[in-house]
Nanobody, 129 residues
Framework: QVQLVESGGGLVQAGESLRLSCAAS????????LGWFRQAPGKEREFVAS????????DYADSVKGRFTISRDSAKGTASLRMNSLKPEDTAVYYC??????????????????????WGQGTQVTVSS
């Protein structure tokens, strides 16, 4: 099992930046690909970004590409999402998640929420106009 604890959410104005963090404990961290998802009120949870188990590959939703950066430090068991040039439409609860990638290469990432077994509690990001 993997336990994920998120932090870093808050209230910012449009155009500002924010960095979310996710600390993991439990099974070997490097066996898991990681993802960030978000959910706004009344909307379905959507994919934001994913990173492979060793960090060799990343994937981003078109809506955040060029603005957000996902990273990880497997030795420390942490993951981050740096969010630049935030827009009001980025307002949502953000979740980090872990996907078992033991038998996958370092190119493997996933956009599918059902592939992720472990989830953090979520952290609120609010962007004002």
């Amino acid at each position: 099992q993997v336990q994920l604890v998120e932090s870093g959410g808050g209230l910012v104005q449009a155009g500002e930046s924010l960095r979310l963090s996710c600390a993991a404990s439990g099974r070997t961290f490097s066996r898991y690909a990681l993802g960030w998802f978000r959910q706004a009120p009344g909307k379905e949870r959507e994919f934001v970004a994913s990173i492979s188990k060793y960090g060799g590959s990343t994937d981003y939703a078109d809506s955040v590409k060029g603005r957000f950066t996902i990273s990880r430090d497997s030795a420390k068991g942490t993951a981050s999402l740096r969010m630049n040039s935030l827009k009001p439409e980025d307002t949502a609860v953000y979740y980090c998640a872990a996907d078992d990638a033991t038998y996958n290469s370092d190119t493997y990432t996933s956009r599918h929420s059902y592939e992720y077994i472990y989830w953090g509690q979520g952290t609120q990001v609010t962007v004002s106009s």
